[in-house]
C-alpha cells in the first residue's frame, strides 16, 4: 500500500529517472537546435504522467522489461509537440515558471520541433512492430488536433456549453492518456475488454486532470503553477467553473461576470473568483473530478490486485488532490 | 507512347479527378473549420504529383483498383500539412496566386490544421495494414521535419556548400516523393531491389523537382509561378543558382551579388539575374536537374515495358521541362 500523504510519484521516482534518459537518448538528431528545443520543453518539469500511464499500464497487462522506457517516451514527445505548438498560438511567454521556447527560439523554430517531435513519436511506435499501436496513437493524434482546433473555435466564447467543453477537453487532454493506457494493454496482449477497460480508465483520468487543471487556474498558487493565475480565461478558454457559474448566476451577476471574463485585469480576478465561488461552482467542478476519478476507479476493478493497480489507484486519487 | 508537345497530366486527368474527389471525401471530420481551411490549401492548385507517383508505382508494382486513390491522398495531405506550416513560418500571403491560409483563418487555425492533415495522413496510412508503410511513412515525415529546420538554420547564409543545399532539399521535397514511390512498391509486394530502385526514383526526381523549382525562382514568369520572383530569396534561401554565382564569381562580383541577396528590391533583381547568367549559374543548375533526372531514368530500367514505366519516363522529362 501507499503511504497516505506521500506521493505517489516518490515511489516511481526510479522509473521517473529511466523515462527521463530515454527521453534524452531518444531525441538523437543530426540537427542541433532540434535536441536544444526539445530539451528545453522535455526537461524542463513535467511529471511525467502519460509515459507513467503507460508503463505501469503495459507492466499490469504482463508486460516487462526496459524497453517499455523507450515507448514510453512517444506519449511524452507527442505531449511536448502539442506544447510547443500551443505556446505558439497562445504567444505565451511563460510554461513552468520558465521561458517558452518560442520566447527564446523564435515561433517558426518552435513549429518545425513540435512537427519534428510528433513525427518521431509516430516513428517510435512504429518500432513496437504492432499495427494496432499505431492505429491507436494516429487516431488519438487526429482527434488531439481537433480538438485544439475546438478549443481555438470556441475562444472567447461564454456560451459554450458543458457538453462542448467536454468535448474539447476529452479530444485535447484525455485521449491520449487513453492512448498511453491502451497501448500499454496492447503490449501485454490481454483480451479485448481488458484494453477497453484501460482505454476508458486512461480517459475518465485525462478528464480529471484537465478538471482539476482548469480549477487551479482559478485558485492556484502561481509559483506553484509556474504561471499566472486565470492565465487560461486571459488567453480565452472558458471552462466548467466559470460555464457553471454563468449557468447557475442571476442576470445581474451573469452580466458581471461576462463583462469580468471579456476584459480580465489582474485587479479583477478577485471579485471573479468571489462570483464563481458565490455559485458553488469551484465545489461543483471538484464533484465532477470526483466523479470522473470514481469512474477510473471502477474501470480497474476487474483487474485482479498488482502493485500496478495499486499505483493506478493513488495516480487517481493524486490527480484529484493536486495543486499545481 | 506519349505525345510528344502534350502534357503526361494530361493523360492522367481520370486520375487527378479521382485523386481530387478522394481529398474531399477523406477531409471529413465534425470541425467544419478544418474541412474549410483543408479545401482551401488541397483544391487551390496543384499537380497532384504526389498522389500520381504513388498510384502509378504500385500499378507498376501489380497493385491494381480503386483503392489507390484514397491511399494516394497520405501524400497530399502531408504535403498540404508542410505547405500550411511553411506559410506561416514564411508569414507568405500568397501561394499558387492566391491568397494563404493564414491571412484567411490565421496562424493559430492553420498550425492546427496542418497538425491534423499530418495526423490525418498517417491514420489514413494504418488502413494499408502495413507496418512497414507506416515505417517509411512515418520516418519520411521525421527526416522532413528535419529538412524544414535545417532549411531555417541556413536562412540568409550565403556561406551554404552544395552539399548542404542538397541535404536540404533532399530531407525537404525528395524525400516525399521517393516515400510515394516506394510505398507503391510495398503495396505492389514486390522484390527488396525493385523496391529500393522506385525509392532511389522518387528520390532523383524529388531532387531535379526542387532543383528546378529553385531555378524558376530566378527564371519564371510571375503569374504562371503564382507568387513573385525571387520570392525565395527574399525569404532567405539561398539555393544552387546563386549558390554556384557566389563560387564562381570574381571577389568583386561576389561582393555585388551578397550585397544584392541581403536587401534585395524588385528593382534589384534584374541585375542579380544578370550576374547569375554572367556565371553561368543557370545552366549549370539545369544540367544538374539534368542528371538528376537521367538517374531517375536509370532507376527505372530493371523494369519491364509497362505503360506505367512509360508515363514515369515522360513525368521526369515533363518536371524537368516545366515552367511552373
Known amino acids: 500500500m501507499v503511504a497516505r500523504g506521500k506521493s505517489i510519484l516518490k515511489d516511481l521516482e526510479k522509473d521517473v529517472v529511466a523515462i527521463n534518459n530515454a527521453l534524452t537518448a531518444n531525441l538523437q538528431t543530426h540537427v542541433p537546435l532540434i535536441a536544444e528545443v526539445g530539451r528545453h520543453i522535455l526537461l524542463s518539469g513535467g511529471k511525467r504522467i502519460r509515459p507513467l500511464l503507460f508503463i505501469l499500464s503495459a507492466r499490469m497487462c504482463g508486460c516487462q522489461g526496459n524497453h517499455l522506457n523507450g515507448f514510453s517516451t512517444i506519449f511524452e514527445y507527442l505531449h511536448a509537440a502539442t506544447l510547443l505548438h500551443d505556446d505558439v498560438i497562445d504567444t505565451a511567454s511563460v510554461r513552468r515558471g520558465a521561458s517558452t521556447a518560442n520566447t527564446i527560439w523564435g515561433n517558426q523554430a518552435v513549429i518545425l520541433v513540435g512537427d519534428f517531435l510528433l513525427a518521431k513519436a509516430l516513428s517510435l511506435a512504429v518500432t513496437t512492430n504492432k499495427l494496432q499501436v499505431l492505429q491507436v496513437l494516429s487516431q488519438a493524434t487526429t482527434m488531439m488536433a481537433e480538438g485544439e482546433i475546438l478549443q481555438l473555435l470556441h475562444a472567447g466564447n461564454l456560451k459554450i456549453t458543458e457538453a462542448e467543453y467536454f468535448e474539447v477537453i476529452t479530444r485535447k487532454t484525455a485521449i491520449l492518456m487513453s492512448a498511453a493506457c491502451q497501448i500499454g494493454a496492447i503490449l501485454g496482449g490481454v483480451p479485448a475488454e481488458s484494453e477497453e477497460a484501460l482505454s476508458q480508465m486512461g480517459l475518465n483520468l485525462g478528464i480529471t486532470f484537465q478538471v482539476v487543471d482548469d480549477i487551479l487556474d ?30 447557475q448566476a442571476s442576470p445581474v451577476d451573469r452580466e458581471r461576470l461576462a463583462a469580468i471574463a471579456q476584459a480580465l485585469t489582474p485587479e479583477l480576478a478577485p471579485e471573479l473568483r468571489s462570483l464563481i465561488d458565490k455559485y458553488g461552482s469551484l465545489d461543483y467542478a471538484r464533484t465532477v473530478a470526483r466523479d470522473y476519478t470514481l469512474k477510473a476507479q471502477e474501470n480497474l476493478k476487474t483487474f485482479p490486485a498488482s502493485l500496478e493497480k495499486t499505483y493506478f489507484g493513488a495516480i487517481t486519487e493524486e490527480l484529484l488532490a493536486r495543486t499545481h
Open 218 to 247: 482559478y485558485t492556484g498558487d502561481e509559483r506553484e503553477l509556474g504561471k499566472e493565475v486565470c492565465a487560461d480565461l486571459r488567453e480565452g478558454r472558458v471552462t466548467l467553473p466559470l460555464i457553471h457559474a454563468l449557468a
